[in-house]
Structures are given as C-alpha cells and as structure tokens.
C-alpha cells in the first residue's frame, strides 16, 4: 500500500502522520486489498473566528476507486470523521464484493429444484 500525506496551507508534523496512519489501521483490518491511499490535510481561513479544517482522501482499491471528504472546526475531529466514512465505505464494498446473491444448491426449496427424468 503505497500512502501519501500531504497537506495544504499545513504542516503535516509527525505527530499529525502517525495519527492518520493509527487510524488507517482499522480500515486495512476490514479490507486488506488496498492500492494507494492519498491524504490530503488542510485549512480555510474564512474569517478571523471561523476556521475550518478539512481531510480528504483517495483511496484506490482493487475495483473501485473511493474519495470522501470530512470538515470539522479541529483537525483531528475531520480525520475521525474521515476515517469512519472512509470505514463504511470500504465495509460496504467488501460486502458486495463477497455476497455474490446466489443461493446455493441445499438452501433452495425441493420445489425450485426440477426432478431429474426418470
């Protein structure tokens, strides 16, 4: 998995990195087929009192290519949101990728089944 963090009127310090990574964990426990993962961290200066601290990412795995964006007033507060986006997201993909909706052969009724010519 090839990760990049950058960020955007931010520096992105250590302690901000081993965070996004920390938190990257839980989504590579669920789903481990993970290509690229692009972290972008940054701030909006609106107003003097409003700022807003944003955290996108790219995530590219193996068939399908997700993007989620979270806005919050601290910074750490945007990547927990990101992460559980993030998070059911990818659930929700695993999900479709191993529930392929056929029942199998035992589970259907005997009446479904057609009786083989005797």
């Not at 989620?68 to 997201?89: C, F, G, N, P, T």
């Amino acid at each position: 998995m090839n990760l990049t963090i950058s960020g955007h009127h931010i520096d992105v310090t250590p302690a901000i990195r081993e965070y996004v990574q920390n938190k990257l964990e839980r989504v590579r426990r669920h789903f481990d087929q993970l290509i690229d993962v692009s972290v972008i961290l940054s701030v909006d200066n609106l107003t003097e009192k409003e700022k807003r601290q944003k955290a996108e990412i790219n995530l590219r795995m193996s068939g399908k290519t997700v993007f989620v964006e979270s806005v919050a007033q601290d910074l750490y507060a945007a990547i927990d949101s990101l992460i559980d986006k993030l998070d059911r997201q990818v659930m929700k993909h695993k999900d479709k990728v191993q529930n392929h909706n056929h029942e199998t052969i035992k589970h259907l009724s005997e009446i479904e089944i057609p009786a083989s010519p005797a």
